[in-house]
């Protein structure tokens, strides 16, 4: 059974940080793609960054500078580092797995940041 479990969200301020993680299980980790994804309140579910297994990165544009993707492959875990947060930025983030082998998609419940002073 595959599960991917988001942590890490929370409220903070502008201009604070957050790092989510994404703990995954189920899945050969190293033939995923994985990522990052959120939907602001009242809008449709956007990309935010995927990584490859080998460390190739891809982010929006509106997040490049301020938050990086990074895996850990032993540990079949994905994070997300959020900085310079925004209250744009307030949305339930999800974590996104992409099998290279098939095209599979898996999706974690997500998890909420709240940007706000």
């Known amino acids: 059974q595959v599960q991917l479990v988001e942590s890490g969200g929370g409220s903070v301020q502008p201009g604070g940080s957050l790092r989510l993680s994404c703990a995954s299980s189920?899945?050969?980790?190293?033939?995923?793609?994985m990522g990052w994804y959120r939907q602001p309140p009242g809008k449709q579910r956007e990309l935010v960054a995927y990584?490859?297994?080998?460390?190739?990165?891809v982010y929006a544009d509106f997040v490049k500078g301020r938050f990086t993707i990074s895996r850990d492959n032993a540990k079949n875990t994905v994070y997300l580092q959020m900085n310079s947060l925004k209250p744009d930025d307030t949305a339930i983030y999800y974590c996104n797995a992409h099998s290279t082998l098939g095209g599979m998609n898996y999706w974690g419940k997500g998890t909420l940041v709240t940007v706000s002073s």
């Open positions: 189920g899945i050969t980790f190293s033939r995923n793609v």
């Open positions: 990584i490859f297994s080998g460390g190739t990165t």
